[in-house]
């Protein structure tokens, strides 16, 4: 079974459980690692503590939330090995896995996003790493760590 870490702030509380529903319908194990309340709560804190549980092995990706996205998916980009996508469209979900071979993914609990935010994350889901160039390009970017 296809394995997922998921983890949030107080900003997006209400869209964690609906991507933690969805991705239990779709049949993934989730380790929720978010809070559910309103009480506030570092997202810097969240991303790490994901990022920690999902280096610990057998997990797909994992999926951050803040009120933006934005501050959650910097703090783990922050953290060694992660490539981690703030997509705002299905497309741009797509190719965060096609290309980029995205292993986390970022949305805003606050964003009033043109398409649903479990379409957007159905396009990462069902997207697969094309490699090929794509690789060069990864290993290019991930070579840029620590400069």
Known sequence: MAKAVVANDHGAVELAARVVEHLKNRGYEVSYLGTDKEESIDYPDKAEEAVMEYRKGGYDFGVLLCGTGIGISISANKMKGI????????????????????????FGGRIDYKEDVLDILDGYLDASFEGGRHQRRIDKMMALEGK
């Not at 996508?85 to 980029?100: F, G, I, Q, R, S």
């Open 83 to 106: 490539r981690c996508a703030l997509p705002e469209t299905k497309y741009a979900a797509t190719m965060a896995k096609e290309h980029n071979n995205a292993n986390f993914i970022a």
